[in-house]
């Protein structure tokens, strides 16, 4: 049987559809899912001023922190350290920088206030333990708006295969995982939306078990020509203007959302062609 539900969590609408010898038990596995999910989101998120890492960020240190966040950061700094810096979760503080400038004059922050605010991006300054999570300057702050997506896609796919779903797809705003013995015997076919057209798509992907995370100028957009969006170098504190669109296919989840994430951002002189 064949169950799928949808709802907006994360801040995207999430889609799950199971596979399942009964469908009753689909039904219950789509609902422990989003459970799941908003669970997850209740640690991770940057947008909820209850969470752990908001906590971390009011004040630059977070005790004991859960082992869920400890996971996401760990594997966060592995992720800066192979791409050099191109991915890294303290750029918070320039991402902030662009949504307050935006939404309060509507323009880009001035060349003065994209440096200050480039002075506490570093994602060596960020200390991360068992016992606690530590900012080296209480100024700085932490975004996982490009990991823990994935991160929480993968537990969800998890929570479904313990589950006994045969096949399972799991789609967070584009971000889409796949898993179960009868996805690896007959893959789901994805559509690859086309960044300048929202009705039509660039290509399709097979994917059985892996994942697929997008990136681009058209998701979280400061302006019309898209010359400003969410994306932001860490070494030059601005977007990049290509490419419009990366995809990177990997699995587990989280590892292809890192990637899609650094690859616009490869270095200095990609982020200012």
């Known amino acids: 049987r064949r169950v799928s539900g949808t ?3 994360m801040g995207t609408v999430v889609t799950i559809t199971v596979v399942h010898p009964v469908a009753e038990a689909a039904r219950h596995l789509v609902a422990a899912s989003f459970a799941e999910i908003e669970r997850l989101d209740g640690l991770l998120s940057r947008h909820r001023p209850d969470t752990p890492l908001a906590r971390l960020n009011r004040t630059g240190r977070l005790n004991a922190p859960p082992s869920e966040l400890l996971d996401v950061l760990v594997r966060a700094q592995e992720c800066s350290r192979r791409t050099d810096g191109a991915f890294d979760v303290t750029v918070a503080p320039l991402l902030q920088l ?17 440096e200050a605010a480039r002075t506490l991006v570093d994602h ?10 530590v900012l080296a300057d209480p100024r700085m702050s932490v975004t996982l ?3 823990a997506k994935g991160y929480i896609v993968d537990r969800t796919i998890a929570v479904l295969v313990r589950g006994g779903a045969e096949r399972v797809m799991v789609n967070a705003g584009g971000d889409v995982a796949t898993a179960g013995s009868g996805s690896e015997r007959d893959p789901w076919t994805i559509g690859i939306q086309d960044p300048h057209d929202p009705t039509d798509y660039v290509g ?9 995370a997008t990136s681009g100028d058209y998701i979280g957009s400061f302006t019309e020509d898209r010359s400003h969006h969410h994306i932001i ?8 203007t290509q490419p419009s669109s990366v995809r990177a296919v990997a699995a587990p989840a989280m590892q292809a959302a890192a990637q899609s994430t650094a690859l616009p951002v490869p270095g200095t002189h990609a982020a200012e062609a």
């Open 145 to 147: 708006d490009g990991i």
């Open 233 to 240: 170098a860490p070494r030059t504190g601005r977007p990049p």
């Open 7 to 9: 709802r907006l969590r």
């Open 124 to 133: 060596s300054a960020l200390r991360v333990g068992e016992d606690a999570v």
């Open 98 to 114: 662009y949504e307050r400038s935006f939404a309060d004059g509507g323009v880009a922050p001035t060349r003065g206030e994209v």
């Open 204 to 212: 399709l992907v097979r994917l059985g078990g892996e994942c697929i």
